[in-house]
């Protein structure tokens, strides 16, 4: 890769802590958000999405910490194939950017204590960086919804495609490949 680890200032370890030990409650939140305002749709099933829900927010935590610069790429694939994977779903483009700012909503809620304990100048730094690493990521899931919706429309002329057919499959084979490339850039740390 070579990229170098540099350490993480003091307050990106804190909120880095803080999302890893609330993982999991972090993401059963937003999946139960997306999953209130979407019901099921034949196009990709609802464990699927929340297996990059997973991702994303595994990625964000890494995004926090000493591996922050090798992590900003797959930050912004996995984003990209979230944006695609929302027009699979059926969504329109301001339901994918929606979804997001949920996520941004859950963390403002949770890290509000972590960094209201933090010095003010580290405290503001951390929510900067954080903003920043998820306005990104809308970005690239805009960009990832337009090419994804682009796509299928050329493929299949505007007809949806059905969970049985090649688009869950496709979905699943990506995750599968975005969870390796973060699982080797943890390996390497």
């Given at each position: 890769?070579?990229?170098t ?7 990106l ?11 999991d409650?972090?993401?059963e939140q937003?999946?139960?958000w997306?999953?209130?305002r ?7 099933r609802t464990?699927?999405?929340e297996?990059?829900?997973t ?11 000493p591996l ?6 797959l930050?912004?694939?996995a984003?990209e ?9 059926g969504?329109?483009?301001g339901?994918v950017?929606?979804e997001?700012q949920?996520l941004r909503e ?7 204590e ?14 900067l960086?954080?903003?920043?690493i998820?306005d990104r990521?809308?970005s ?5 919804y337009?090419?994804?919706l ?5 493929n299949s002329?505007g007809?949806?495609i059905?969970?049985?057919?090649p ?16 699982a ?6």
């Amino acid at each position: 890769m070579g990229l170098t680890m540099r350490p993480s200032n003091p307050a990106l370890m804190a909120v880095s802590r803080s999302l890893r030990t609330d993982r999991d409650r972090l993401i059963e939140q937003w999946s139960r958000w997306i999953a209130g305002r979407v019901a099921e749709v034949p196009h990709v099933r609802t464990a699927t999405v929340e297996r990059h829900l997973t991702l994303l927010v595994d990625i964000l935590i890494e995004s926090a910490g000493p591996l922050r610069r090798r992590v900003a790429q797959l930050w912004f694939t996995a984003s990209e194939v979230y944006g695609q994977t929302a027009a699979t779903r059926g969504l329109a483009a301001g339901e994918v950017v929606e979804e997001l700012q949920q996520l941004r909503e859950i963390l403002i809620h949770h890290l509000s204590e972590t960094v209201a304990g933090l010095p003010p100048r580290q405290s503001m730094a951390a929510v900067l960086r954080l903003n920043r690493i998820l306005d990104r990521g809308i970005s690239h899931a805009v960009v990832g919804y337009t090419d994804g919706l682009f796509e299928t429309l050329l493929n299949s002329r505007g007809v949806p495609i059905v969970a049985s057919e090649p688009a869950e499959d496709e979905v699943l084979q990506r995750l599968e490949q975005l969870e390796e490339e973060l699982a080797e850039i943890r390996v390497v740390q």
